[in-house]
């Protein structure tokens, strides 16, 4: 998420991340000022997704980049390809930029990719909760038609770590 300004929309994009099985988000406040966020529209998802705060989108990319993810940003330019282009069963990570300017230039000029959420009515965008679950729903359509959920990705001592941390919370 890049500067997302309703406190509401960041909680609902944190109860789809968990309902989807999504452990960390990347959060770039370098323009809004960090929401605080509502326990009641996040229904409690705010005590099991992990949130990492950066002031800086390079910085960001570059951490996501080091663990191996191509990142996409949703946008509304020209040379976008459409949601159902992006292959998700490989490490992929979503930006989704303010309600009202959208991703910033400097998030456009560094993602592999910029993509758009095809619609066929009379408006050309969704608010960013919404559009967070549509997308993150189709990567799970993805993963779950290529089997990716059929084994744990984290062996017994990895779940065993993360319970004991959730346990505690």
């Known amino acids: 998420m890049e500067n997302i300004h309703d406190p509401?929309?960041?909680s609902a994009i944190l109860r789809t991340c968990d309902a989807v099985g999504i452990a960390k988000v990347s959060l770039v406040y370098n323009v809004e000022k960090f929401p605080k966020?509502?326990?009641?529209?996040?229904?409690?998802?705010?005590k099991w997704v992990e949130r990492e705060r950066?002031?800086?989108?390079?910085?960001?990319?570059?951490?996501?980049?080091?663990?191996?993810?191509?990142?996409?940003?949703?946008?509304?330019?020209?040379?976008?390809i459409s949601l159902y282009d992006i292959d998700f069963t490989q490490k992929a990570a979503v930006v989704l930029g303010n309600e009202h300017r959208g991703?910033?230039?400097?998030?456009?000029?560094?993602?592999?990719?910029?993509?758009?959420?095809?619609?066929?009515?009379?408006?050309?965008?969704?608010?960013?909760?919404?559009a967070n679950a549509v997308i993150l729903y189709e990567a799970?359509?993805?993963?779950?038609?290529?089997?990716?959920?059929?084994?744990?990705?984290l062996n017994e001592e990895e779940i065993d770590k993360f319970i004991d941390e959730w346990c505690k919370k």
Do not use: W
């Open 140 to 153: 799970q359509r993805q993963r779950l038609i290529s089997g990716m959920y059929d084994k744990p990705e």
């Open 54 to 80: 950066y002031r800086d989108v390079k910085e960001c990319f570059d951490n996501l980049h080091n663990e191996g993810f191509k990142i996409y940003a949703s946008s509304l330019a020209e040379h976008s």
């Open 37 to 46: 966020l509502n326990r009641t529209s996040s229904a409690s998802a705010i």
């Open 8 to 10: 509401h929309n960041v």
């Open 103 to 130: 991703i910033s230039e400097e998030a456009a000029q560094s993602a592999d990719g910029l993509f758009f959420i095809p619609m066929h009515g009379m408006v050309q965008s969704l608010n960013v909760s919404v």
